[in-house]
């Protein structure tokens, strides 16, 4: 649950950066997707948690179908760049969409993403560029893999691998 406070608690909250995007694009992210398309670049470079906006592209047919106003997942800015600036291969590359698409966002941005991990959808209030997301500790969960249903709770710290985190408890417990 997303929450709202001038000075929230470290104790009880988990804080992230969030990116806003529009359906069906935020879903498309988890179905291989690596842009996200933006009307202004951004400097930003990390990791964002996608939310989903409450609004659907004009003109896609089925609309109630689509999440919205949700957590999405976690993915890695790598890098920000011009679409009309793309050539044909890297657009195929990055994008699910048709090279006539291309000409359709030729004015826009794209940031070239990574994926992480997909999210169990929490509700959020969303905002504009890249934003401050605060939610209640250990409410924003990954999901490990799809096909298994393996849940785990992240934090604002374990945005990292489960490999390194079980070699980590592994360190710990071999010094007790």
Request: with cysteine; glycine share 4%.
């Amino acid at each position: 649950m997303q929450t709202f406070s001038k000075k929230p608690d470290p104790d009880r909250n988990d804080h992230f950066k969030a990116i806003t995007v529009k359906q069906p694009f935020a879903d498309a992210l988890i179905d291989g997707m690596r842009i996200v398309l933006r009307e202004k670049p951004t400097e930003f470079r990390g990791v964002v948690v996608v939310c989903s906006s409450y609004d659907v592209m004009p003109g896609i047919i089925g609309s109630k179908h689509y999440k919205l106003g949700r957590t999405i997942c976690v993915v890695e800015i790598k890098d920000c760049v011009k679409v009309s600036d793309m050539s044909p291969s890297d657009w195929r590359k990055h994008s699910k969409l048709s090279l006539s698409d291309k000409t359709k966002y030729k004015h826009t941005y794209a940031l070239i993403i990574d994926y992480h991990r997909a999210l169990v959808n929490i509700p959020v209030l969303e905002k504009k560029g890249i934003w401050n997301l605060t939610v209640k500790k250990g409410s924003l969960i990954c999901i490990e893999s799809i096909e298994n249903e393996k849940y785990f709770p992240i934090s604002t710290w374990t945005l990292i691998s489960v490999s390194t985190l079980i070699i980590l408890m592994i360190i710990l417990i071999l010094t007790i």
